[in-house]
């Protein structure tokens, strides 16, 4: 019903920066919120950055200053700017969206994309 292709990531040296962008389509009546997460090896999934909250944009502390969301509910689009990169920011990255779907009321429900690596070497 509703699709994310994310697009970005590979290999970067440490202090470089990076681009994913992740585009939904499909039966989308209304967009809740449009978020990244990342995964390492050996740790849980965590929020990186989320858009369209009540409170505007927030970021983990871990990339304040470094990560820009950025994105567009008309286009159904979400952006993940970032900078300075750390080898400690590998990780495979997740969209993730929260959407209400065409023909199902005011129901929310959750969508991932495939994920796309980030490596940032030394």
């Known amino acids: 019903q509703v699709q994310l292709v994310e697009s970005g990531g590979g290999l970067v040296q440490a202090g470089g920066s990076q681009r994913l962008s992740c585009v939904a389509s499909?039966?989308?009546?209304?967009?809740?919120?449009m978020d990244w997460y990342r995964q390492a090896p050996g740790k849980q999934r965590e929020l990186v950055a989320a858009a369209f909250t009540a409170w505007g944009t927030t970021y983990a502390d871990s990339v304040k200053g470094r990560f820009t969301i950025s994105g567009d509910k008309v286009k159904n689009v979400v952006y993940l700017q970032m900078n300075s990169l750390k080898p400690e920011d590998s990780a495979v990255y997740y969209c993730?969206?929260?959407?209400?779907?065409?023909?199902?009321?005011?129901?929310?429900?959750?969508?991932w994309g495939q994920g796309t690596q980030v490596t940032v070497s030394e």
């Open positions: 993730h969206v929260q959407v209400i779907v065409l023909g199902e009321g005011s129901h929310s429900r959750d969508f």
């Open positions: 499909g039966s989308i009546f209304h967009i809740n919120a």
